[in-house]
């Protein structure tokens, strides 16, 4: 699942829209949907929807063998 769906799932979860969060964002809807789209998040966007959305973003590489996180 890409970061769009994951959006998306996030939202339908917490019962809020893309005009919302793009409001709290303070970007167009215009633009958010765009970048849903085009799936293109800078980690710093994921992490302010997830704040918008009361979660916590992870993105993190987890190394197989060791199972380290980087």
Known sequence: MNSAEKIRV???YRNMNMREV???MHISQQSLSHKM???SFKEDE???IAEICNATFEGVFTLNDTKKRI
């Open 37 to 39: 789209l085009k799936n």
């Open 10 to 12: 996030l939202l339908a």
């Open 22 to 24: 793009a409001k709290r």
């Open 46 to 48: 994921l992490t302010e």
